[in-house]
């Protein structure tokens, strides 16, 4: 199902154009217009769905197999040093854009970027009870 109202679903159903690296029937990968890095890109499904939460296991595999053929070709043709698969679920984890979608970050030495978190310190106890409240 398509949204009326989602930016996402009319781009990666071709009602408003992008700059389309690849499409099948499932998806559209465009590049980010506000990239990162050189070569930013997205997967977007053509189904509408929210997040992470949302999406199907057949498109959660797909996008997956997706991303590893696309990280291989821009590595390639980019000549990037690495990779970053990045992929945001809600507001409070920096989804600005509500439709499902993977974003392909080719990396470079120094290229500026810090998309990495400052680690914490957790004691062995609150590590414990984080632990059981994810496995209980
Ligand atoms: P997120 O913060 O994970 O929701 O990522 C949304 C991404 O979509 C950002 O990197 C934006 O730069 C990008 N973006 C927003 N609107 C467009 C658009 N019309 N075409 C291409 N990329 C877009
Ligand atoms: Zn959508």
Known sequence: MINDNCIFCK???GVISSN???EDEDFR???DLGPATKGH???LPKEHA???YEISDDIASKTMLLAKKMAAIMTDRLDCDGFNLVQNNGEAAGQTVMHFH???IPRYKDDGQNILWVPSKP???ELED???KIIK
């Open 102 to 104: 993977m974003h392909l």
């Open 11 to 13: 781009i990666a159903n």
């Open 50 to 52: 929210a997040n992470l």
């Open 130 to 132: 984080i632990k059981n």
């Open 29 to 31: 990968v465009i590049l």
């Open 41 to 43: 890109a997205l997967i």
């Open 20 to 22: 389309t690296l690849y």
């Open 123 to 125: 004691s062995q106890e």
